[in-house]
């Protein structure tokens, strides 16, 4: 049969599995350029990065036209796939944040224009590098930044988050109003949980497949640990210091 990779359903169990049943239409051809380890690391960070970037944000792949977009935490899972997006396919002017030189030196190598640390106030970084503001902002981590989210974001302009955590449940966003700016959240498993359009994200993992094959984008697979060691693969992710994906190797 055909090769495929998709990101699955969160009302379905099946991640650790060997097997799983799927929605057909959730699924999209494996890059034939990656090995099934490679693509592992693919669907749920590009689905995540793709539908905040160019259905939450309304900017069609390629109509970027040099706009500001901060990503905040771009050196992780989804972080890292979604600078490459953003630069290559989006024509963003991407900005991303990192906190260590390891991680900053990951989002330069991924195409961020410029790279500021996210542990520091946002605005004087912005401000000494010299932008007046972002028009868009796709963050990683959750709320409890978001004043100084709005605080750098333009007049109309629009923040994705993928995580909302405790802080979510008391955010103020009346300083939006000024601004006429747009708070959203993403999460990619609405469509298949929901039964609304999950053939989209067909199409799109067929499409990212085929720049993962062009080379226009590149895997963020960077470690991966055998099943025995899922705990740790689970103690690093929470450091929240991680680089790229981690994939368990449940079978051979």
């Given at each position: 049969?055909?090769e495929?990779?998709f990101a699955?359903?969160?009302?379905?169990?099946g991640?650790?599995?060997?097997f799983?049943?799927?929605d057909?239409r959730?699924?999209g051809?494996?890059?034939r350029t990656?090995?099934?380890?490679?693509?592992?690391?693919?669907p749920?960070?590009?689905?995540?990065?793709w539908?905040g970037?160019?259905e939450?944000?309304?900017?069609?792949?390629?109509a970027?036209?040099?706009r500001t977009?901060?990503?905040?935490?771009?050196?992780?899972?989804?972080?890292s796939?979604?600078?490459?997006?953003?630069?290559r396919?989006?024509?963003?002017?991407?900005?991303a944040?990192?906190?260590?030189?390891?991680?900053?030196?990951?989002c330069r190598e991924?195409?961020?224009d410029?790279v500021?640390?996210h542990?520091?106030?946002l605005?004087?970084?912005?401000?000494e590098?010299?932008y007046d503001g972002?028009?868009?902002?796709?963050?990683?981590?959750?709320?409890?930044?978001f004043?100084?989210?709005?605080?750098?974001?333009?007049p109309?302009?629009h923040i994705?988050v993928?995580q909302g955590?405790?802080?979510?449940?008391?955010v103020?966003?009346?300083?939006?109003?000024p601004k006429?700016?747009?708070?959203?959240?993403?999460?990619?498993?609405?469509?298949?949980?929901t039964g609304?359009e999950?053939?989209?994200?067909?199409?799109?993992?067929?499409?990212?497949?085929?720049?993962l094959d062009d080379?226009?984008l590149?895997?963020?697979?960077?470690?991966?640990l055998?099943?025995?060691?899922?705990?740790?693969?689970?103690r690093r992710?929470?450091t929240e210091?991680?680089?790229?994906?981690?994939?368990?190797r449940?079978?051979n």
């Amino acid at each position: 049969g055909d090769e495929v990779y998709f990101a699955g359903d969160i009302g379905r169990a099946g991640a650790y599995a060997e097997f799983v049943c799927v929605d057909a239409r959730i699924v999209g051809r494996k890059p034939r350029t990656l090995d099934m380890v490679q693509a592992a690391a693919i669907p749920l960070t590009a689905l995540t990065a793709w539908e905040g970037i160019f259905e939450t944000f309304n900017v069609a792949p390629g109509a970027g036209d040099g706009r500001t977009l901060l990503i905040i935490g771009g050196a992780g899972g989804v972080g890292s796939i979604a600078i490459q997006l953003a630069k290559r396919v989006g024509n963003f002017h991407v900005i991303a944040t990192a906190s260590r030189p390891e991680s900053a030196a990951r989002c330069r190598e991924l195409g961020a224009d410029a790279v500021i640390d996210h542990s520091l106030p946002l605005a004087p970084q912005l401000h000494e590098a010299g932008y007046d503001g972002v028009a868009f902002i796709f963050s990683t981590a959750t709320l409890d930044n978001f004043a100084q989210m709005v605080d750098v974001l333009k007049p109309l302009g629009h923040i994705c988050v993928i995580q909302g955590g405790p802080s979510a449940q008391s955010v103020n966003v009346a300083p939006l109003m000024p601004k006429r700016g747009t708070l959203s959240f993403e999460l990619m498993f609405t469509r298949p949980s929901t039964g609304m359009e999950p053939e989209r994200q067909g199409a799109i993992l067929n499409r990212v497949a085929q720049l993962l094959d062009d080379g226009v984008l590149a895997t963020t697979l960077t470690t991966v640990l055998p099943w025995d060691e899922a705990a740790e693969a689970h103690r690093r992710i929470e450091t929240e210091h991680t680089l790229g994906k981690i994939v368990l190797r449940v079978a051979n």
